[in-house]
Every structure is written in C-alpha cells, then in structure tokens.
C-alpha cells in the first residue's frame, strides 16, 4: 500500500495501525527528503491523531555516537507531546545497527518523557520500513 491508499478521513483516525501509519509517511517524506536525511516528526494528541503539522528536519547524520543522538532526542522529547509517529529518511537505506540504536533510543526517551511512540520508520525512496519497537504497556 502507500499513500494512494489512504482513507479520505485518515487526519481523523489514530495512527496506531502499522499499514495505516505507513502509509502516512509515505505521504509526507518525498524522495527529496529521502535525498537530504531527513527526520519526520508527527505531532499527535493522546489517542493518536495527528495534528495537521508535521516536523521535517533535514540533514541528519544518522551515524552520529550515541550522546549526540540521545541529545537531539532530548530535545524533541522536550516538546512534551502525548504522542508522536518518527520516521528516519535517507537515500540509501540505513544499516540494521544504525535504525537499531535510533530507535532504541527514541523510545526510551520518549518513554521517560510520557510521550506515545506510535512507531518509527526507516525510508528510503520507494520504500517505508517499520521498524519493531516494544509494546507500550
């Protein structure tokens, strides 16, 4: 599926099916987000709705060590949103570690942050990866 396949209401629905939020990344990293690393950042409300913002940032060195990432987590986390979809765009796709420790990351900092992780994403062009993450309890 992509973002073709969205239902006309997805702005109303919770992101909390993997398909569902899959293909809402779709929809809002192009292939020149891909080409400039760049990291989505969906805002959403307690039930998992997104607002109608999303957050791009671009130019991200996803091999960066460990205190830097945790640092720009950090800082995202201190939005202190209820909940938020992430994706990690690149033009190739990124290595196995590297997705790993990102997501690692961002889920315990957000965790302890109290912000809902509805998942995490790796892109490349043509393609949305979900990527495994604990069960929130």
């Not at 998992?48 to 671009?58: C, E, F, N």
């Not at 997501?103 to 509805?118: C, K």
Request: proline share 6%; charged share 20%; hydrophobic share 50%.
């Amino acid at each position: 599926m992509s973002f073709e396949d969205l239902p006309e209401n997805w702005t109303e629905m919770p992101l909390t099916s993997q398909q569902l939020a899959a293909d809402v990344v779709d929809l809002l990293i192009s292939e020149k987000d891909c080409a400039q690393s760049t990291m989505l950042l969906l805002p959403c409300d307690a039930r998992g709705v997104a607002y109608p913002a999303p957050v791009l940032i671009s130019e991200i060195d996803w091999h960066v060590g460990p205190s830097e990432r945790r640092e720009m987590l950090e800082a995202l986390a201190s939005l202190q949103l209820e909940s938020a979809l992430v994706a990690a765009s690149s033009r190739h796709r990124l290595s196995d570690a590297v997705v790993a420790a990102w997501a690692t990351d961002l889920q315990e900092i957000f965790d302890d942050a109290g912000t809902w992780l509805l998942g995490f994403f790796s892109v490349w062009p043509l393609t949305v990866e979900p990527v495994a993450l604990r069960l929130r309890a």
